[in-house]
C-alpha cells in the first residue's frame, strides 16, 4: 500500500492534496480503492457547488459496491476529474494522481488540521 507523505487523509478513506492555500485535490486511498476492488463507475454531480465537511459530494460504483465519497474539508467542488468518465479505473491504478476525483477551492484550511498524515491513517486502516 502506498501512502504520500504529502498529503493529508480522512477517516473515510479520501486524501486531500493542498494545491495551493485556496485549492486542493481530493481522491480515494490507495487502500480505499483496494477494497472496493474494481472500479467501473464515478459520479460526482456536485460541481458547483459548496459543500460542509463530511457531506457526499459523488459516488464511486465498484463491481461488488456502490460507496459514497464524504468532503474531508468543507468547499466549494471547483471540477470534476474528466478522464474518469471514460477511465474510472484509473482509481484503481493511479489513486494519487490521474485518479484524482475532484479540486475543490477550500472554505476553511484550519479544517486541513483535523486531518490525518500517512502515518497516523496507517494506524487507523491497522486497527
Known amino acids: 500500500m502506498n501512502f ?5 487523509y480522512s477517516k473515510d478513506h ?5 494545491l495551493d492555500e485556496h485549492t486542493a ?3 480515494i486511498t490507495d487502500y ?3 477494497e472496493l476492488g474494481d472500479i467501473v463507475y464515478v459520479e460526482v454531480e456536485t460541481e458547483g457547488e459548496h459543500l460542509d465537511k463530511d ?3 459523488g459516488t464511486v460504483e465498484a463491481v461488488k459496491t456502490v460507496s459514497d465519497l464524504f468532503m474531508p474539508v468543507s468547499g466549494e467542488v471547483l471540477e470534476f476529474n474528466a478522464l474518469l468518465e471514460d477511465e474510472p479505473e484509473k482509481i484503481n491504478t493511479d489513486p494519487y494522481g490521474n ?3 475532484i479540486k475543490i477551492k ?3 484550511p484550519g479544517q486541513l488540521d483535523d486531518l490525518m498524515d500517512a502515518e497516523a491513517y496507517q494506524e487507523y486502516i491497522a486497527k
Request: no cysteine; proline share 4%; glycine share 8%.
Open 14 to 18: 479520501e486524501w486531500v492534496s493542498v
Open 106 to 108: 477550500i472554505s476553511d
Open 25 to 27: 485535490l481530493i481522491g
Open 99 to 101: 485518479g484524482w476525483i
Open 32 to 34: 480505499a480503492q483496494s
Open 55 to 57: 457531506e457526499v459530494f
Open 4 to 8: 504520500p507523505s504529502e498529503l493529508k
